[in-house]
């Protein structure tokens, strides 16, 4: 069994900074991917940001030069650091991990999703 458990969201002023982290547990026998999702009310969820195992990353050009993601594999979690937080960051944010469990196959976990509001 895995499970992914997020932290790190809430309420933040234009212009602040949230770190959200998305650490994974259980029976796991290696992780390749992982990412941060987010989803606004009305929309689609949408890709943020990804970071391989080797360490490669990709954004959303929406949050290019403001967001950082990262990973500790020692820890099996993966970070998202947000500045410059604009209003329309507002939406749910979930992790989503490529781990292969002990005698499974590769399988795509998600976080239970953690609520991320800019607002003055």
């Known amino acids: 069994q895995v499970q992914l458990v997020e932290s790190g969201g809430g309420l933040v002023q234009p212009g602040g900074s949230l770190r959200l982290s998305c650490a994974a547990s259980?029976?796991?026998?290696?992780?390749?991917?992982m990412g941060w999702y987010r989803q606004a009310p009305g929309k689609q969820r949408e890709l943020v940001a990804a970071?391989?195992?080797?360490?490669?990353?990709n954004y959303a050009d929406s949050v290019k030069g403001r967001f950082t993601i990262s990973r500790d594999n020692a820890k099996n979690t993966v970070y998202l650091q947000m500045n410059s937080l604009k209003p329309e960051d507002t939406a749910v944010y979930y992790c989503?991990?490529?781990?292969?469990?002990?005698?499974?196959?590769?399988?795509?976990?998600w976080g239970q999703g953690t609520q991320v509001t800019v607002s003055s």
């Open positions: 989503s991990v490529a781990i292969k469990s002990t005698g499974s196959s590769w399988y795509d976990y």
């Open positions: 259980g029976s796991i026998f290696s992780i390749n991917a």
């Open positions: 970071i391989t195992s080797g360490g490669s990353t």
